[in-house]
């Protein structure tokens, strides 16, 4: 259900579409410091092709938008 609400599709046509999905990206550092997580709020960027078996991603981008905590772990 979380994927369904955090990605919509764009733009979808016979052989192509395009969709839109939000992340959240939790990196920890298991260590003795204070500051050993960083979190990436953000979205990627699919490109989708059709083949005999489905749809399959043709190419991605990710874009961030915030990062919080300690972004040198």
């Keep these: ?3 369904e609400r955090a990605c919509r599709p ?3 046509d016979v052989d192509t579409a395009l969709a839109t999905c939000s992340f959240l990206a939790m990196h920890v550092l298991h260590n003795d410091r204070v500051s050993n997580r ?3 709020v953000g979205f ?3 490109e989708l092709v059709r083949e005999q078996a489905g749809r399959r991603v043709h190419k991605f ?3 961030k938008d915030h990062g ?3 972004p040198n772990i």
Excluded: I, K
């Design 38 to 40: 960083f979190d990436v």
């Design 1 to 3: 259900m979380l994927c």
């Design 44 to 46: 990627y960027d699919f």
């Design 68 to 70: 919080f905590g300690n």
């Design 10 to 12: 764009r733009a979808v």
């Design 61 to 63: 981008t990710a874009t």
